[in-house]
């Protein structure tokens, strides 16, 4: 437990520039606070006592504004930055250094019945607001953009963008470096290659006519 504790501490200290000393992420970080809350809830909720479980839970959204089903599987070395907004769904499967900024839901649609919520494997990046929905999944250290919406599987190693959230590339490779605000536009980059290629074909054109001429 005391091992498991060290990591997390070392998590934040390592992902947020803005922490000073472990001290101040025990006392006064939210998201630090949240993850140990869920353990709590976690706890009583496997020993039989669900009403314990949600009271803990409610009790840390109420303070922190992040709200974790006691269901909810979380791995380790997980990090919630800031972390107002957050929610995670019941059925949610978090694996090990995953980074979540505030306002991230892993929520379901409404429609599914038993696995309602993603599963969120290992060294996966979920930018703030973004939202991932149903039992889908975002494979291994895939990056979710700030304000995505995700409502299908996301493949290992690869960067997701936009509503509805699109894979996007560079080059042939995944998006590295994404930060909260430089994020690729799938949209502009269709767009400059139709506009290229029509530039291309108007000049093919203009030596033709001056061919028939």
């Known amino acids: 437990m005391f091992k ?20 101040e992420i025990v006392l006064l970080y939210p998201g630090f606070k949240a993850l140990r809350s869920h353990k709590k809830a976690q ?3 496997n020993h039989n006592m669900p009403f314990l479980a949600r009271m803990i839970s409610q ?6 504004g992040i709200e974790i089903h006691p269901a909810a599987k ?16 019941e059925t949610t499967e978090i694996g090990d250094d995953v980074m979540i900024y505030q306002g991230v839901t892993l929520g379901g649609t409404g429609k599914d019945v ?26 291994r250290n895939a990056k979710v953009a700030a304000g995505a919406v995700v409502v299908k599987d996301v493949e290992p190693n690869s960067t ?16 590295d470096d994404l930060d909260q605000m430089n ?7 269709a767009i400059r290659a139709n506009i290229s290629k029509i530039e291309e074909l108007e000049n093919k054109v203009r030596e033709l006519e001056e061919k028939v001429k």
């Open 74 to 89: 979380i791995g380790r070395r997980v990090c919630i930055d800031h972390g107002h907004g957050i929610v995670i769904g």
């Open 160 to 175: 997701v963008v936009g509503v509805p959230g699109m894979t996007v590339k560079i080059d042939g490779e995944r998006v």
């Open 183 to 189: 994020i690729p536009d799938p949209v502009m980059t």
């Open 4 to 23: 498991d504790f060290k990591e997390s501490v070392k998590s934040f200290m390592e992902h947020d520039p803005a922490a000073r000393n472990p001290l």
């Open 114 to 139: 038993g696995k309602r919520h993603p599963t969120i494997e290992n060294g996966v990046m979920i930018g703030a607001g973004a939202k991932v929905l149903g039992p889908i999944t975002v494979g």
């Open 59 to 64: 009790r840390c959204a109420r303070k922190t």
């Open 43 to 45: 706890w009583f909720l």
